[in-house]
């Protein structure tokens, strides 16, 4: 089950000349180039629902997240600067 998604979309430009002779007008276009992109980028939640009948088979994470969704354990958030992590929408790292 699919909850919710997030898309992020950048146009990137890159200009590559010869030095000097990059910046000389006609002489200049015969010896520069230009590329363009458009990088997408799509962060989406999903929930698989499993049945758990008998914890002692699960990691211990496992059963702390279960323990976590159950209210038996408290649910503890990174501090951040800007009060979300923004590093789960930037792409470059």
Known sequence: MVISGLTRER???????MPLI?????????FS??????????????????NIEDMKNYSEESQKIVSMSEGKEKISVPE??????????????
């Open 11 to 17: 146009a990137i430009k890159n200009v590559k000349k």
């Open 33 to 50: 180039g230009e590329s363009e992109r458009i990088d997408k980028t799509m962060v989406v939640i999903v929930v698989k629902p499993v």
């Open 22 to 30: 990059g910046n000389i007008p006609i002489l200049g276009w015969l």
């Open 80 to 93: 951040t600067k800007i009060g979300f992590d923004q590093w789960l929408l930037d792409s470059e790292k």
